[in-house]
């Protein structure tokens, strides 16, 4: 598991597995008033999840995870 964060775009994007934009078929969401952040999660065509985007992370995610994570390219 990889754990990156886009200061600038407050997004954080846990690989769950190595996987370019590609092999995403499709995308769920999970936006809800009583949670803090945007959950985005990416499945295969199989519909395996390979990986969740959070954004306005900041506000959704400990801050020491947040600290933990790589930097974004």
């Known amino acids: 598991m990889r754990v990156t964060l886009n200061r ?6 846990i690989y769950l597995t190595e996987y370019e934009d590609a092999d995403v078929a499709r ?9 803090r952040g945007d959950f985005f999660f ?3 065509k199989r519909g395996v999840l ?4 959070v954004k306005f992370a900041a506000s959704g995610l400990p801050s020491d995870f947040l600290e933990a994570a790589e ?3």
């Open 8 to 13: 600038r775009t407050d997004t954080v994007c």
């Open 27 to 35: 995308q769920s969401s999970l936006v809800a008033h009583d949670i």
């Open 50 to 53: 390979l990986g969740i985007q």
């Open 42 to 44: 990416d499945l295969d």
């Open 71 to 73: 930097p974004a390219q």
